[in-house]
């Protein structure tokens, strides 16, 4: 294992502290417990937007702290869920009065621990509520899921909601904008190596030279198949297509009733991609594929999109949601209306993204 880190033990801490160094102007972190929070937090009158969840992943969540996206990171040890702890007192630090918006991944640890630190806000008199993110179609259940894992459409809800969020959208209408995202939201992963968690010191997964793997998750988990390696246009279509022939999805999810101080289940239907839909197109390296090669997929993904009469109306290409050194990518279609799109357009100013301003 090669890599620039010092003790392992203080692998997040060293790297928190140099994110506090290198952006003063737009974050602060607060070391015990551990969080990223907004420098000008709280914000008088605005919902906060708060995320979170095992580090391993930059600039998610942290680097989206700042103007226009998240209020608050909850960074967990390396693929590792935060604690219930860290997410109640990043709530308090960043709430302004206007209430709390948890933006949640669908993967145990999170959804749970989230769900802890949801019910102790409220209980604490802080308006909260928990919207999960579900848009991985490489597979239904997982070791780490029950139901899709919450992947690539994260990074665009943290967008969206949080510009929404600065526009002086209250809790509820932030909450259901969020729903809608990740209803408009599906997403697929590749790799092509395997990334080494440093406590562990080796590849997370064995994958020979001349294989993939298809439908990878954002911490290794396996996908739908491994396959000989193929051509970036091949891979392309495959994921694209698995994204546009997704059916309607059908699931219940658990959601605070803040009238009644209890989880109640909603059910939620995600429709299919249809002719005529306009679409934000996102394409992720996950750590160590090289922005060229995205630039090839992406291509790719407009042509098939067009051939379906779907117009890609914005993009993201780069690595936004990484897996440490991951040699990959995640392709993410989000159906946009007017709303969607005047939140993406809406200035940011974080670490990790920044346009506008």
Known sequence: ????????DDVVNEQLEGMAVAHPDLLKVHFDPKYVYRADAPVAGKVAIVSGGGSGHEPMHGGFVGMGMLDGACPGEIFTSPTPDQMYECAVAVNS???????????????????????????????VQNILIDDDVAVKDSLYTAGRRGVGTTVLAEKIVGAAAEAGYDLDQCADLCRKVNSNGRSMGMAITSCIVPAAGKPTFDLPDDEIEMGVGIHGEPGQKRMKMASADEITTMMVNEILDDAAYTRTVREWDRENNEWVDVTITDEPFEAGDKVIAFVNSMGGTPVSELYAVYAKVVELCEARDIQVVR????????????????ITLLKADDEILKFWD???NTP??????
């Not at 294992?1 to 392992?8: C, H």
């Not at 918006?101 to 949801?118: P, R």
């Not at 993009?315 to 995640?330: D, R, W």
């Not at 990790?352 to 301003?357: E, F, H, I, S």
């Open 1 to 8: 294992m090669k890599k620039l880190i010092n003790e392992l």
């Open 315 to 330: 993009n993201l290409i780069g690595p936004y949601i990484t897996s440490l050194e991951m040699q990959g990518m995640s």
């Open 352 to 357: 990790g993204l920044r346009w506008g301003v």
């Open 346 to 348: 809406a200035p940011v």
């Open 97 to 127: 009065g206007a209430g709390v918006l948890f933006i949640v991944k669908n993967y145990t640890g999170d959804v749970m621990n989230f769900e802890v630190a949801a019910e102790t806000a409220s209980a604490e008199g802080i308006p």
